[in-house]
């Protein structure tokens, strides 16, 4: 079955540790995306890649970092830099990059991060 | 930082009786209004979505209303189950061509 695979699903972290949360996808799309979701808050977007080689920042990205160097592959690093940490990560995709925002985003079921 | 506006935060409903949610936002570059529902633990997933050069879109028992002059667009459960309990999500189109959504609404269906 085509979708998006994220790993681990729950994770825990003592303060000062970096953690990379892996995302997988098998749609062949061009897109992919990194979400925090904290309760009361929505879907904030921490970065997005319109095509592999390439990433942008969204509207939180302070404490993350991203590479994308697969197409199918856009792991989230969260580090020690990030001040509040814990929160539900959801990664995304879509066909292409004006499919994000005039089509589809196909989630992955998220990783819950908590940090000790 | 332009915003959409969702509400209410939550929601309970009977069974059998009508949801409904509201979104609000400020400029969109291009007309597109999905909603999103979100059971727990899992990711968000499209449930609904209009292009308006129409004012209302209908799928079932889920249905899209859309002001354009006011900027505000709404979901509307019909014959709501308690298998619509969830999350839902609004989202708009806004500045640099990305998606912004909605605080979320949890809606509770009471048997």
């Known amino acids: 079955d085509g979708g998006i695979t994220q790993s681990p699903k729950y994770l825990f972290r003592k303060e000062g540790q970096n953690v990379t949360l892996s995302c997988e996808q098998n749609?062949?799309?061009?897109?992919m995306y990194w979400y925090r979701q904290d309760p009361g808050q929505g879907l904030r977007l921490i970065y997005y890649?319109?095509?592999?080689?390439?990433?942008q920042k969204g509207d939180i990205a302070e404490g993350y970092s991203v590479s994308r160097e697969k197409k199918e592959s856009f792991p989230l690093t969260v580090t020690s830099a990030q001040k509040n940490p814990t929160a539900f990560y959801l990664c995304?995709?879509?066909?292409?990059?004006?499919?994000?925002?005039?089509?589809?985003?196909?989630f992955g079921e998220g990783s819950r991060l908590t940090v000790l | 930082q332009q915003q959409v506006k969702q509400s209410p935060q939550s929601l309970i409903v009977q069974k059998g009786g009508i949801s409904i949610i509201n979104c609000a936002y400020e400029?969109?570059?291009?007309?597109?209004f999905p909603w999103y529902q979100q059971f727990p633990g899992k990711g968000p997933a499209l449930l609904i979505a209009?292009?308006?050069?129409?004012s209302e879109k209908k799928e079932g028992r889920f249905t899209i209303s859309f002001n354009k002059s006011a900027k505000q667009f709404s979901l509307h459960i019909m014959d709501s189950q308690p298998g619509d309990s969830a999350t839902y999500f609004c989202?708009?189109?806004?500045?640099?061509?990305?998606?912004?959504f909605g605080a979320g609404t949890i809606l509770r269906v009471k048997s």
């Open positions: 995304a995709s879509s066909i292409d990059w004006t499919s994000g925002y005039t089509g589809e985003l196909f």
């Open positions: 749609l062949n799309h061009d897109a």
């Open positions: 890649s319109q095509i592999v080689n390439d990433f």
């Open positions: 400029n969109t570059a291009f007309d597109y």
């Open positions: 209009i292009r308006p050069d129409v």
């Open positions: 989202a708009a189109p806004l500045y640099g061509n990305k998606l912004v």
